[in-house]
Nanobody, 126 residues
Framework: EVQLVESGGGSVQAGGSLRLSCAASGNTYKKYCMGWFRQAPGKEREGVAAFDSDGRIKYADSVKGRFTISQDKAKNTLYLQMSSLKPEDTAMYYC????????????????????WGRGTLVTVSS
């Protein structure tokens, strides 16, 4: 099983930017789709952005045009560049991976993902 460790969270004012990183280790020779989710206090975990097995990206409507997901496979690292941050972006952000053999959809539903990091907290003040 792959292990995921997020970093890069912090406190920022509205309109600011942050870049989150997720370092993967362990069985990185296997094939994985990867993505970012977030969970605000009192709310359900929601998908932010994810890759499918063909490299296509899904974004939540709430972050389109502001967030960019990318990955450096040589470094086994996933990134989330967040710009024009809003107070409603405040949440714990989680990296996730889904091992696949033929295909994975990169779904923004949390129920299909296998492995989760511990999260990194992002706080956006107005």
């Amino acid at each position: 099983e792959v292990q995921l460790v997020e970093s890069g969270g912090g406190s920022v004012q509205a309109g600011g930017s942050l870049r989150l990183s997720c370092a993967a280790s362990g069985n990185t020779y296997k094939k994985y789709c990867m993505g970012w989710f977030r969970q605000a206090p009192g709310k359900e975990r929601e998908g932010v952005a994810a890759f499918d097995s063909d490299g296509r990206i899904k974004y939540a409507d709430s972050v389109k045009g502001r967030f960019t997901i990318s990955q450096d496979k040589a470094k086994n690292t996933l990134y989330l560049q967040m710009s024009s941050l809003k107070p409603e972006d405040t949440a714990m952000y989680y990296c996730t991976a889904d091992e696949f053999y033929d295909y994975c959809s990169g779904s923004l539903s949390p129920h299909v993902w296998d492995t989760w990091g511990r999260g990194t907290l992002v706080t956006v003040s107005s």
